[in-house]
């Protein structure tokens, strides 16, 4: 039995997705797994878990890290910061996936930053770090827009919100092991170990994506019913294919510049729990790696829950009558009202209760975060969309980068607690940006 349908088979068959199938030639006697878009999506998970491991242990270890390596505040502001300025290459990475496609391009990004997150646990001096950062960033500004491009390519529009905010989750869920990974390293060995734990997970992931991953239109275990349900369920106008992405006429889209604007103000959030919350809760709250191991992660399961409560606030409001982009822009404003919340981390007596809003801020960011990425694959075409997204994601890492630099070189003559105010606005600002900006496709 063929493996694939007689290459004569008419173009016309499907322009948008392909040409040919392999359930063309299964017979009618064959039952194929009808859910291949939901593994894909489980496997881009573990892609970012291990994405966001492999960022947020740097910033559960740093405690550990700058005591033994004599780095400053300042001199960690840089690390993290180099980090930020290597990420802002995502359009790049955007562009060579959309160029070049997701199965091998991703893998090669995925193997580059494991080799880098090995590195890590030869580093020495603050230096040495600060040039690993960058070049991890590099690589792992790719994780977002190939996150985006899987569900522009795999999934119908009504099904978008809630495939982005599936793989959103991994984005927390690495950041929900990263403590217990270092406790662990550190006082079973050293930190180092968690590094090279991280890096070779993600070696082993690359194997399992070049085995199982194929675009729809090759995918050899694809029925006939679950790719009409893919193809009949997006925009005709989304589901173009040229030769090469067409980045001057990306540049001059209003909406990419409204989207953009609402990440830049909205990312500092993250880089606050996933860079500095443990050196706070050790600075400020004195907590020991112990109590760092237990109690660190949750903000991160909590951003893990926003991931699914910003689709399903857009999935009420599409069955109460709310056009898809007004119920995306709600939902981000909701995540904004909640994101007040932060205001007040600072200022309360409590640790419990400081580390509760903690979690209130990665819930309601992650509310949002869902929602504005996920707004690329409503209006950019398909062969657009990664790219829109490492623009985007451009304008998020910026964001924290200018924070992170701030914050650094303030934060032992002022403080956390101005710092958390402002990110308790920057949302609002950002909700009014989607709201005024963003114009809805004809």
Not at 25 to 42: C, D, L, M, N, S
Not at 245 to 264: C, Q, S, V
Not at 294 to 305: E, G, M, R, T, Y
Not at 396 to 416: H, I, K, M, P, R
Request: proline share 5%; net charge positive; with cysteine.
């Amino acid at each position: 039995m063929p493996m694939f349908a007689d290459s004569r088979a008419p173009a016309e068959a499907d322009r948008s997705m392909g040409t040919t199938y392999a359930e063309q030639a299964e017979g009618p006697h064959v039952k194929r797994f009808p859910y291949i878009r939901w593994t894909i999506i489980g496997l881009f998970v573990a892609a970012m878990v291990i994405n966001y491991l492999t960022r947020s242990i740097l910033g559960v270890a740093a405690p550990a890290i700058m005591a033994e390596q004599h780095i400053s505040s300042a001199q960690y502001s840089w690390i993290t910061g180099a980090f930020q300025f290597g990420i802002m290459f995502q359009p790049v990475a955007g562009y060579l996936l959309d160029l070049f496609g997701l199965k091998f391009g991703f893998s090669l990004f995925v193997a580059i930053w494991s080799l880098i997150t090995l590195g890590h646990g030869f580093a020495n001096g603050w230096l040495g770090f600060a040039g690993l950062r960058g070049a991890l960033g590099l690589v792992e500004g790719s994780a977002q827009p190939a996150g985006m491009k899987v569900v522009a390519e795999w999934f119908p529009a009504r099904e978008r919100g809630v495939a982005g905010g599936i793989y959103q989750i991994g984005a927390s869920f690495g950041a929900v092991f990263a403590p217990p990974l270092v406790a662990w390293a550190v006082f079973h060995h050293s930190w180092r170990a968690a590094f090279f734990v991280a890096g070779g997970l993600g070696l082993l992931w690359v194997l399992a994506w070049l085995f199982w991953y194929a675009p729809p239109a090759r995918h050899r275990s694809l029925s006939t019913d679950e790719r009409n349900l893919i193809v009949g369920g997006q925009e005709a106008s989304l589901a173009k294919h040229r030769r090469r992405p067409p980045l001057g006429e990306l540049l001059r889209r209003r909406n990419l510049w409204a989207i953009a604007a609402a990440r830049f103000l909205a990312d500092p959030v993250w880089g606050m729990l996933s860079l500095w919350m443990p050196l706070y809760l050790v600075q400020a709250r004195h907590f020991d790696l112990t109590q760092i191991a237990l109690f660190a992660w949750l903000p991160f399961l909590a951003a893990d829950l926003g991931c699914l409560f910003g689709p399903a606030v857009v999935a009420f409001l599409q069955r109460r009558g709310v056009n898809l982009i007004d119920a995306r822009r709600g939902a981000f404003t909701l995540g904004a009202v909640l994101m007040t919340g932060m205001m007040f981390v600072g200022s309360v007596n409590s640790p419990v209760a400081a580390v509760a809003l903690l979690c209130l801020g990665g819930f309601a960011h992650q509310t949002l975060s869902v929602t504005v990425i996920t707004l690329c694959s409503d209006l950019f075409p398909q062969d657009q969309v990664a790219t829109a997204t490492g623009v985007s994601g451009t304008a998020a890492n910026l964001g924290v980068l200018l924070f992170t630099l701030t914050l650094g070189s303030l934060v032992d003559q002022v403080g956390y607690q101005p710092f958390f105010i402002l990110l308790g606005l920057l949302d609002l600002a950002g909700a009014a940006l989607l709201w005024t900006l963003v114009r809805k496709p004809a």
